[in-house]
């Protein structure tokens, strides 16, 4: 079983940025590598995947905020960040981590139903 424990988030200012951290731990192994990714979702709307990096520490970005996102792995491997730039009244949403261990650490399509474990979420609101 894997947990994820999100922080960060809250109200932020248009055109600020936006920063997220996402604690992974499993109860099972320690060596346990993870594709880690992070999702958003706004009212009526599909949970939308943002970016994801596997074990081997590569990115990757969906279209829809690619140029404003990154996303970044600790040194422990098992922490992940998001930094979100040039924030708009439409990234408003609940923002969600994900991780999946079965791929032995490998990240493939950023489809939530490629992810088996979720954080909690955390609501940020853009406001201008």
């Known amino acids: 079983r894997v947990r994820l424990v999100q922080s960060g988030g809250g109200s932020v200012q248009a055109g600020g940025s936006l920063r997220l951290s996402c604690a992974a731990s499993?109860?099972?192994?320690?060596?346990?590598?993870?594709?880690m990714a992070w999702f958003r979702q706004s009212p009526g709307k599909e949970r939308e995947g943002l970016a994801a990096?596997?074990?081997?520490?590569?990115?990757k970005y969906a279209d829809s905020v690619k140029g404003r996102v990154t996303v970044s792995r600790g040194d422990n491997d098992n922490t992940l960040y998001l930094e979100l730039d040039s924030l708009k009244a439409d990234d408003t949403a609940v923002y969600y981590c994900a991780a999946e261990t079965i791929n032995g650490g490998t990240c493939y399509a950023l489809d939530r139903y490629n992810f088996a474990f979720w954080g909690q979420g955390t609501q940020v609101t853009v406001s201008s």
């Open positions: 990096v596997g074990s081997n520490g590569v990115p």
């Open positions: 499993s109860d099972d192994n320690t060596n346990t590598k993870y594709c």
